[in-house]
């Protein structure tokens, strides 16, 4: 890691957003707003059966009950949900078994983004979905995955081709009436990922989303959903960013994992969504669920995420321990700079015996920041001999930013270990000057200290998004200490 | 190599170096001493440019540069090298990567090429050597977990590494069993050279029997009171400071 480590603080010298291009593709945009003739005209653009169409206004009748969530700590602007575009999707519409079908403007995207949709080109074997607004234009490696009886696919071809198992799990681990977002991600969700990994099957390779935001005033509503059989393996991974506007932009992304028995996942995000200027102006607002059910007995779900992205971070991807002696994990980096807000934990739900859970949260906040952990251990009358460990760190870089941590506990079976470790340390000088003593200036010494700190859920990122990641800390520091 | 002239310098509004002058020369060894306060200490953080404190007057040369006018960052990689009283630990950051990430800097600012990887490790192996190193430090994190003398010996480890012009070596001595006082000094002879220059801060003539000084100084209230050759020291340690104190007060 050592030679990693040197080329990208050699890297580092750009200060801005780098990924806040725009690019000039020709849209099929939905006129703003929200209507049950948006939702049904989104169902209808994308050939849906009936019963995604029922089920999608059954989602926007009940949104239009509920209440933006407010218990977070977090100063949310008003959102005008009639200002936004629902549905956007590029007009060549791209054939998915030939690359030369992609319209260049978009391959030249994601050239620019470095994300390999050239199947040759890639040598670390990791199997693409691309998706550009509202639509998934490209996934790769399909028919490798294929002849091990893989499914990795759009949400969209999803509905249409494995209606079945889409009708069984959709909405299984994340009801539609769940919460306020993920409501309105199930009334106009318009594309994602779907991953099926049959009996006994272990992906051969890491499967990959790219998610970006293209056309102004757009929404993102993505919804993902992994299924994961009996003894099988899988290691999904996601990546987001977003071109630099003025305006705040809405994603608000479901994802749904179900492992059954003995089965694996893992989930790995590197979120890099634009997260304003440095005046706190424009970014993403990110708002997602994301839940994995450990349906079977021993399964394992395991969530990493590195936050650097986002004027708004509302995210809590959690575990409900179902089947007995699973496992569910949370590795968490969040870091805030600037005017960043990021409320950001998990959820274990302990129901079956011997379920086991670990959380590791490592905030670091910078500038004007405010970072929150919040993180919810609940475990049931039945879930004998639970065991869950907690270690939420927090690091200060400055005195104008703010680190929270909100723990909540629900024990409800006596023979439950609970354990919660927190610490909040600042960025000592004494160390920022042990590094400058030895020939190394500031900016890169407090790159090295905090990717220091964060290396153990550095170290859960498989080794292609660990550079990524150590790279998106140290640039999303530029500028923080000085 | 080094011209220090009327050195005076504050912490919270308290003058601590009250006009120091000091002169060394490459192949020179220099050891200063004096008792508790004296200043010592002080002396070796301002010359590595620790913002904590702050210069009201004076200068100080080094290479024929002006020291106070660099940041810290450059006065390590023009050559000074500073062997913490205190070493600083920085959890999950592995030696390795620090001292290659350290030694890549020094160099690119020289202008010399970057060591690959391969001829990297070859250098660690050779300097682990030749101060005596335990293999498994340099591959856990920057002084974390490290005992006092694991500290000490890390910090001369790295001074073997980085190959400084001058060395300063703050009270390296305190706290180190026989042992590891001799597994540091000889680390600090074997680095000698007459193009290089060290500065020994101590309280103790006891690493003085180890390494041998060309001159002693003697520091007291932030002023160098006395300075000799390396008998100072004996006597020092016979009579202890007050004798320097009645001598200054008388």
């Known amino acids: 890691m050592a030679s990693e480590q040197d080329k990208l603080l050699e890297e580092v010298t750009n200060r801005e957003?780098?990924?806040?291009?725009?690019?000039?593709?020709?849209?099929?945009?939905?006129?703003?707003?929200?209507?049950?003739?948006?939702?049904?005209?989104?169902?209808?653009?994308?050939?849906?059966?009936?019963?995604?169409?029922?089920?999608?206004?059954?989602?926007?009748?009940?949104?239009?009950?509920?209440?933006?969530?407010?218990?977070?700590?977090?100063?949310?602007?008003?959102?005008?949900?009639?200002?936004?575009?629902?549905?956007?999707a590029p007009k060549k519409k791209p054939r998915l078994d030939s690359m030369d079908d992609v319209d260049p403007e978009l391959r030249a995207t994601f050239d620019k983004l470095g994300i390999p949709l050239d199947e040759q080109k890639i040598l670390s074997g990791?199997?693409?979905?691309?998706?550009?607004?509202?639509?998934?234009?490209?996934?790769?490696?399909?028919?490798?995955?294929?002849?091990?009886?893989?499914?990795?696919?759009?949400?969209?071809?999803?509905?249409?081709?494995?209606?079945?198992?889409?009708?069984?799990?959709?909405?299984?681990?994340?009801?539609?009436?769940?919460?306020?977002?993920?409501?309105?991600?199930?009334?106009?969700?318009?594309?994602?990922?779907?991953?099926y990994i049959p009996k006994g099957v272990r992906c051969p390779m890491e499967l990959s989303s790219y998610f970006r935001i293209n056309t102004m005033n757009t929404g993102q509503f993505e919804r993902t959903l992994i299924i994961a059989e009996e003894d099988s393996y899988v290691s999904y991974l996601e990546g987001c960013t977003a071109p630099m506007r003025d305006e705040n932009q809405l994603h608000a992304a479901v994802v749904e994992i179900v492992a059954l028995e003995r089965a694996e996942v893992k989930y790995s995000t590197v979120q890099n969504w634009y997260p304003g200027d440095k005046e706190g102006k424009g970014g993403?607002?990110?708002?997602?669920?994301?839940?994995?059910?450990?349906?079977?007995?021993?399964?394992?779900?395991?969530?990493?995420?590195?936050e650097t992205g986002s004027a708004?971070?509302?995210?809590?991807?959690?575990?409900?321990?179902?089947?007995?002696?699973?496992?569910?994990?949370?590795?968490?980096?969040?870091?805030?700079?600037?005017?960043?807000?990021?409320?950001?934990?998990?959820?274990?739900?302990?129901?079956?015996?011997?379920?086991?859970?670990?959380?590791?949260?490592?905030?670091?906040s910078a500038g004007r920041s405010q970072n929150s952990y919040r993180g919810l251990v609940k475990v049931s009358k039945n879930a004998d001999n639970a065991r869950n460990f907690s270690q939420c760190d927090s690091m200060l870089l400055g005195d104008k930013c703010g680190a929270h941590t909100f723990p909540y506990l629900e024990i409800n079976n006596n023979t439950a270990k609970v354990e919660h470790e927190a610490t909040t340390s600042k960025i000592g000088e004494d160390q920022i000057f042990y590094c400058n003593q030895r020939g190394i200036n500031t900016e890169d010494a407090v790159g090295l200290i905090v990717n220091g700190y964060v290396k153990e859920v550095i170290n859960q990122l498989p080794m292609e998004f660990a550079v990524e990641a150590q790279k998106l800390l140290q640039i999303s520091l530029e500028g923080s200490v000085g | 190599m080094l011209k220090i002239r009327n050195l005076r310098a504050v912490i919270d509004?308290?003058?601590?170096?009250?006009?120091?002058?000091?002169?060394?020369?490459?192949?020179?060894?220099?050891?200063?001493?004096?008792?508790?306060?004296?200043?010592?200490?002080?002396?070796?953080?301002v010359l590595a440019g620790n913002e904590a404190f702050e210069v009201i007057e004076g200068s100080v040369e080094f290479n024929g540069k002006d020291l106070l006018d660099m940041s810290p960052?450059?006065?390590?990689?023009?050559?000074?090298?500073?062997?913490?009283?205190?070493?600083?630990?920085?959890?999950?950051?592995?030696?390795?990567?620090?001292?290659?990430?350290?030694?890549?800097?020094?160099?690119?600012?020289?202008?010399?090429?970057?060591?690959s990887a391969s001829d990297f490790l070859k250098l660690m192996r050779d300097r682990k050597k030749l101060v005596d190193m335990d293999s498994d430090l340099t591959n856990r994190s920057v002084n974390e977990g490290f005992s006092g003398g694991?500290?000490?010996?890390?910090?001369?480890?790295?001074?073997?590494?980085?190959?400084?012009?001058?060395?300063?070596?703050?009270?390296?001595?305190?706290?180190?069993?026989?042992?590891?006082?001799?597994?540091?000094?000889?680390?600090?002879?074997?680095?000698?050279?007459?193009?290089?220059?060290?500065?020994?801060?101590?309280?103790?003539?006891?690493?003085?029997?180890?390494?041998?000084?060309?001159?002693?100084?003697?520091?007291?209230?932030?002023?160098?009171?006395?300075?000799?050759?390396?008998?100072?020291?004996?006597?020092?340690?016979?009579?202890?400071?007050?004798?320097?104190?009645?001598?200054?007060?008388?």
């Not at chain 1, 949370?330 to 960043?340: C, E, G």
């Not at chain 1, 011997?354 to 590791?360: D, E, M, Q, Y």
């Open chain 2, 73 to 115: 960052e450059d006065r390590a990689r023009e050559g000074l090298f500073l062997s913490f009283q205190y070493p600083v630990e920085i959890p999950g950051v592995s030696m390795t990567n620090f001292l290659r990430t350290a030694l890549n800097e020094q160099k690119k600012y020289r202008g010399e090429e970057i060591l």
């Open chain 2, 150 to 250: 694991e500290k000490k010996k890390n910090e001369i480890f790295q001074m073997a590494m980085l190959n400084p012009g001058l060395a300063i070596l703050d009270e390296t001595d305190s706290g180190l069993d026989i042992d590891a006082l001799r597994v540091v000094a000889n680390g600090v002879n074997k680095l000698r050279r007459p193009d290089n220059a060290t500065i020994l801060i101590t309280h103790y003539q006891r690493l003085l029997d180890y390494i041998v000084p060309d001159k002693v100084h003697v520091l007291f209230k932030g002023q160098i009171v006395k300075s000799a050759g390396k008998e100072l020291a004996v006597e020092l340690e016979k009579n202890g400071y007050d004798w320097i104190k009645q001598e200054m007060e008388a």
């Open chain 1, 312 to 364: 708004i971070t509302w995210k809590y991807p959690s575990c409900v321990l179902m089947g007995n002696n699973s496992v569910g994990e949370f590795y968490s980096v969040a870091l805030t700079n600037n005017f960043q807000q990021a409320d950001t934990g998990t959820k274990m739900i302990h129901l079956g015996k011997n379920t086991r859970s670990l959380i590791v949260s490592k905030g670091i």
């Open chain 1, 17 to 88: 957003y780098q990924y806040g291009f725009h690019s000039d593709i020709e849209m099929d945009v939905l006129p703003k707003g929200l209507s049950e003739e948006v939702v049904a005209e989104i169902s209808r653009r994308k050939g849906e059966p009936e019963f995604m169409l029922e089920y999608r206004l059954k989602a926007y009748r009940n949104w239009l009950k509920m209440k933006v969530p407010d218990w977070a700590h977090l100063k949310i602007n008003e959102i005008d949900f009639q200002d936004i575009i629902y549905y956007a």
């Open chain 1, 126 to 195: 990791i199997a693409v979905d691309a998706i550009i607004d509202s639509v998934s234009v490209k996934t790769t490696f399909r028919e490798t995955l294929a002849e091990k009886g893989i499914i990795f696919c759009s949400m969209s071809e999803a509905i249409k081709e494995h209606s079945d198992l889409v009708k069984k799990y959709l909405g299984s681990v994340v009801p539609p009436e769940d919460n306020y977002f993920a409501a309105l991600n199930t009334a106009v969700f318009s594309d994602g990922s779907f991953v």
């Open chain 2, 13 to 45: 509004g308290k003058e601590i170096l009250r006009g120091i002058n000091l002169d060394i020369k490459a192949g020179e060894i220099h050891a200063i001493m004096g008792p508790n306060g004296s200043g010592k200490s002080t002396l070796a953080a």
């Open chain 1, 284 to 306: 993403i607002y990110n708002f997602v669920t994301k839940r994995g059910l450990c349906k079977g007995d021993y399964s394992k779900i395991s969530w990493t995420q590195v």
